[in-house]
């Protein structure tokens, strides 16, 4: 291996050294590190709002027309 390439590889193997540190550097100081947590926002319950009751027993069919739950529909 020439002389010239060797100071060629070794300066490139540098400039990548340092780009990567600036970029690493660059990117923690814009990102906030925070960690994840299960604790809920201050001012919150952290409990979703609970859903509207049902209108139909459990195992009566959607109604999907006008007529009472309780009424047969024609075949």
Sequence with gaps: MDP???AALAL????????IVVASTV?????N????????????VGL???HPPLD??????IQTTGAPA???QRP
């Design 56 to 61: 139909r027993a459990p195992g009566e069919p």
């Design 4 to 6: 010239n390439d060797r």
């Design 48 to 50: 979703a709002r609970p």
């Design 27 to 31: 990117t923690l100081e814009r990102v």
């Design 12 to 19: 490139s193997a540098v400039a990548l050294a340092i780009a």
């Design 70 to 72: 309780n009424a047969r």
């Design 33 to 44: 590190p925070r960690t994840a947590s299960n604790d809920a926002p201050p001012g919150t």
